[in-house]
């Protein structure tokens, strides 16, 4: 593995980490550095698996007490356990008080009402952070969560615009919601800004929003459950590029596009050169500070007839069928004759459908070998489904791929 670029490494900010973990008599070993080279050296890249031996090891000892439990949603793999004291020790030199600054500076101001559509449990605090990040700066905080949980949609819209309401904050599939209900409804909401996390914001459902609410501007949030918030895109920038919060988090990229992160604010957890599963590009502007322009996340695959498939693959094979792989996502099944249904989803309209559309599909995925020997031993099944079919975790985020053969049969 090589590394391509790296953001500047604080060789001083992560000896005082590691030595507070060896204050804390954590039952694991990490050693102080010279610098850079020492650091790659000693710390191999740790992997998702990796850092859950870690965790499981902090659990087993004691020393996740007194703290904020949080996980990963466990809808691809094994949820990782995590723990968190940020809001315990808050500080002008601490990271929720450096961030809640950072984002008044680049995305929130005292004059906005601010709907947090976040979702609120699932061992997660990115609902109650945006809260409290928000009550300082001065935001009018309305913390809604799941819109559908309310079960109530025309009362919220109503609250939310006696409040003039102008800032969304959520995933693309929350706001898609309230902004659905908003045109069913017939309900004027004054949104100039959709502050969005947890995936990209596709250029269908961004003209969706631009067409309802003209004046609107999108900011993105970078980050991840293991990590909090990490890097921000506005309307300043240019597209796709993130200004990384880069006293905080240390990142690389290998020659592979492949991100590791360092996480400089001692959690609890350590995070040190993790694989978080993405792939991007850093550089450093003329500004001197460091950027991360985001890619697909890394290639995720799936076995099949004894194989392994790539879902690069697939997106390759939907591209060259003349159809978008931005957002896309493959289930996984069993038929009740035993055989792995994979069901292939595309975001378009469900009357997109028809013979000789799913035909040039099929010819295209079927130019993978491994597929095309399963659908020819009798071993697997083939489907198609539209956009409305897609499913989202629990906060509202698009997995690429669902593998729920373990589950209950279908039919087929």
Same mark, same amino acid.
């Given at each position: 593995?090589?590394?391509?670029?790296?953001?500047?490494?604080?060789?001083?900010?992560?000896?005082? +980490?590691?030595?507070?973990?060896?204050?804390?008599?954590?039952?694991?070993?990490?050693?102080?550095?010279?610098?850079?080279?020492?650091?790659?050296?000693?710390?191999?890249?740790?992997?998702?698996?990796?850092?859950?031996?870690?965790?499981?090891?902090?659990?087993?000892?004691?020393?996740?007490?007194?703290?904020?439990?949080?996980?990963?949603?466990?809808?691809?793999?094994?949820?990782?356990?995590?723990?968190?004291?940020?809001?315990?020790?808050?500080?002008?030199?601490?990271?929720?008080?450096?961030?809640?600054?950072?984002?008044? *500076?680049?995305?929130?101001?005292?004059?906005?009402?601010?709907?947090?559509?976040?979702?609120?449990?699932?061992?997660?605090?990115?609902?109650?952070?945006?809260? %409290?990040?928000?009550?300082?700066?001065?935001?009018?905080?309305?913390? @809604?969560? %799941?819109?559908?949980?309310?079960?109530?949609?025309?009362?919220?819209?109503?609250? +939310?615009?006696?409040?003039?309401?102008?800032?969304?904050?959520?995933?693309?599939?929350?706001?898609?919601?309230?902004?659905?209900?908003?045109?069913?409804?017939?309900?004027?909401?004054?949104?100039?800004?959709?502050? #969005?996390?947890?995936?990209?914001?596709?250029?269908?459902?961004?003209?969706?929003?631009?067409?309802?609410?003209?004046?609107?501007?999108?900011?993105?949030?970078?980050?991840? &459950? *293991?990590?909090? #918030?990490?890097?921000?895109? &506005?309307?300043?920038?240019?597209?796709?590029?993130?200004?990384?919060?880069?006293?905080?988090?240390?990142?690389?990229?290998?020659?592979?596009?492949?991100?590791?992160?360092?996480?400089?604010?001692?959690?609890?957890?350590?995070?040190?050169?993790?694989?978080?599963?993405?792939?991007?590009?850093?550089?450093?502007?003329?500004?001197?500070?460091?950027?991360?322009?985001?890619?697909?996340?890394?290639?995720?695959?799936?076995?099949?007839?004894?194989?392994?498939?790539?879902?690069?693959?697939?997106?390759?094979?939907?591209?060259?069928?003349? @159809?978008?792989?931005?957002?896309?996502?493959?289930?996984?099944?069993?038929?009740?004759?035993?055989?792995?249904?994979?069901?292939?989803?595309?975001? @378009?309209?469900?009357?997109?459908?028809?013979?000789?559309?799913?035909?040039?599909? *099929?010819?295209?995925? #079927?130019?993978?070998?491994?597929?095309? *020997?399963?659908?020819?031993?009798?071993?697997?099944?083939?489907?198609?489904?539209?956009?409305?079919?897609?499913?989202?975790?629990?906060?509202?985020?698009?997995?690429?791929?669902?593998?729920?053969?373990?589950? !209950? !049969?279908?039919?087929?």
């Amino acid at each position: 593995m090589t590394i391509k670029s790296r953001t500047s490494f604080d060789v001083d900010k992560f000896n005082k +980490m590691v030595g507070e973990y060896a204050d804390k008599a954590y039952p694991l070993n990490f050693p102080t550095v010279m610098g850079y080279e020492d650091f790659a050296q000693k710390y191999p890249p740790l992997s998702k698996k990796a850092l859950m031996g870690v965790s499981d090891t902090l659990i087993d000892s004691g020393k996740l007490k007194q703290c904020y439990v949080i996980s990963t949603s466990g809808t691809t793999s094994a949820p990782l356990v995590l723990a968190s004291r940020i809001f315990q020790h808050v500080t002008e030199d601490s990271y929720p008080y450096q961030i809640r600054g950072f984002m008044a *500076e680049h995305v929130f101001c005292a004059d906005d009402t601010v709907v947090n559509l976040l979702t609120a449990g699932c061992l997660g605090y990115n609902y109650e952070g945006m809260c %409290r990040m928000l009550e300082p700066i001065g935001s009018t905080v309305l913390p @809604v969560g %799941r819109p559908d949980v309310m079960n109530n949609m025309p009362s919220l819209l109503s609250t +939310m615009k006696r409040f003039n309401a102008n800032v969304l904050v959520g995933s693309p599939t929350g706001i898609i919601q309230i902004a659905q209900a908003a045109e069913r409804l017939n309900v004027d909401l004054a949104i100039t800004k959709i502050v #969005f996390v947890g995936e990209a914001f596709h250029l269908g459902k961004r003209g969706f929003i631009q067409c309802l609410w003209p004046k609107v501007r999108f900011y993105s949030l970078y980050g991840a &459950t *293991e990590l909090g #918030f990490v890097a921000v895109n &506005t309307p300043a920038m240019e597209p796709h590029q993130h200004l990384i919060l880069s006293d905080w988090f240390f990142m690389e990229q290998t020659d592979t596009g492949e991100l590791l992160v360092t996480d400089l604010k001692a959690p609890m957890v350590p995070i040190i050169r993790y694989r978080i599963g993405d792939v991007g590009e850093l550089t450093q502007r003329e500004d001197k500070r460091y950027y991360l322009e985001i890619g697909p996340g890394v290639a995720e695959e799936f076995s099949l007839g004894g194989h392994r498939i790539s879902l690069t693959q697939v997106a390759q094979a939907l591209i060259a069928a003349g @159809v978008s792989a931005e957002a896309f996502q493959v289930s996984l099944s069993t038929t009740d004759a035993g055989k792995d249904c994979v069901t292939v989803l595309v975001d @378009v309209e469900p009357s997109t459908f028809d013979a000789s559309w799913t035909a040039r599909l *099929e010819e295209q995925l #079927f130019h993978i070998p491994k597929l095309k *020997e399963a659908m020819a031993r009798g071993v697997a099944v083939v489907k198609w489904a539209s956009n409305g079919d897609f499913s989202y975790n629990p906060r509202g985020k698009l997995n690429r791929l669902l593998d729920h053969r373990n589950q !209950l !049969l279908v039919a087929g």
